[in-house]
């Protein structure tokens, strides 16, 4: 189960994308809008979202970082005086503003998350889930005024607030349930399924190499610490002009100055975060599609150039290795020609697929298959094993093959070569073709095996 779920690239990609979202509504005006003597918010749209596409643990995590992003927006000396209630530094209450602030949206990130997992439990659930949508917003505020009120009831706020009906309660309320249900829509329409599948196909794991992997980081590293760097000089650069036009520049205005400029970081890094993300996904998918242009169309296998680019990919990462060893295999189908004259070409065909089918079981899990041409099938094992482990395969492998028809017996000779890790692929096909030869010429329905 803990591989298969490392294998969701695309669901890490989309909640990435999701929380970089949030992020960028939590320190912009995106989310807010202000409206004396406190700001309305609705960051929480993307929480909402979250919950309904995937689950209370995350969009718990993204009402953590809503809550975190509103906290911190409220520690500046420019803001409403109301929403200071929101800063620890600000509210003369810090225990009540990171609960007001950060717990009460971790809550109410939970509790929906909650509620849209219990409504994926029954057959109308797309109802569940707009009628879900539409409450949300009401939630959020039941939570929000209500530990307004407990922890700063001077202020005038408590829970009842929430249940005031109003044009913008309605608006953003219909806003909130449009959104979710389209995202719903669209993270479960067909096209998305197709571009889901295609990224979290474990096969694109061979198009990863670590250097790639390095290069990204490097990248990665690079945006953060040219972003920090931008945001330093141009916090310092502000703080510089404003005293050159005459103005006192305070350390409440160097502190504000330095406070949007981190903002603004945050939301540059997230854009810049969403855009990585979509690059990746774009490269896996058209990784895909090239790779499955170069796979046999009608066993499923590797076609011959990329089996052969598989297998020099193999010996470049096993080169370092000393003494490093693997098997090589070619499977031939005997008379394969006398099963398409007598029985057709549909029978034929099912016999190569059903070849192909028992060559993945037998070897998937110790290298590779591909299909060379016509009748003839070869195989990599990566992994060491023995010769009499092998024989054990093979002929497991003839046996299975044997009962493909009940018209004919089917079989197939094989010749196996033990090569050394450093040997040139040409030479090992050429080795390997022999022992094949060797096979045939033994009587068919065989294997022959030569070690180095």
Known sequence: MKEKQMNLKFEHYVLGILLAIEIIMSFTFLGYIHIAPISVTTAYIPIVIIACLFGPAESTVAGLLFGLGSMYKASAFYVMPDDKLFSPFQSGFPVGSILLSVGSRALFGLLIGLIFSFIKRFPHHKIGKGICALIAPKLHALLVYGTMGLFFPEKGFDYTLAFSLNVNDSLVSVICLLVVLISDSVYHSAFIIHYRDAINDTEQKQHWTSKMRI???????????????????????????????????????????????????????????????????????????????????????????????????????????????????????????????????????????????????????????GRMGGDEFAVIIEKQITRENLEEKLNSFLLSVSTILTESKVSCSIGAYHFNISEDMQEILSKTDGVLYQAKKNGRARFEIREN
């Open 215 to 369: 290069v990204l980081i490097l990248i990665t590293v690079f945006v953060l610490c040219m972003a920090i760097f931008s945001t330093i000089y141009f916090s310092n650069r502000s703080k510089y002009m404003l005293g050159v036009h005459g103005i006192n520049v305070t350390d409440e205005i160097v502190h504000d100055i330095q406070h949007l400029q981190i903002q603004f970081l945050a939301a540059m890094v997230s854009l810049n975060f969403i855009l990585i993300l979509i690059i990746l996904m774009t490269y896996t998918y058209m990784k895909y599609r090239e790779f499955q242009g170069e796979i046999d169309g009608l066993t499923g296998v590797m076609g011959r150039r990329l089996f052969l680019r598989h297998c020099d990919e193999c010996q470049r990462k096993l080169k370092n290795i000393p003494d490093s060893m693997g098997w090589f295999l070619f499977v031939d189908v005997d008379w394969f020609k006398s099963i398409n004259d007598t029985f057709g070409h549909a029978v034929g065909d099912k016999t190569l697929l059903h070849i192909a089918r028992y060559l993945n079981d037998t070897f998937n899990m110790l290298g590779a298959v």
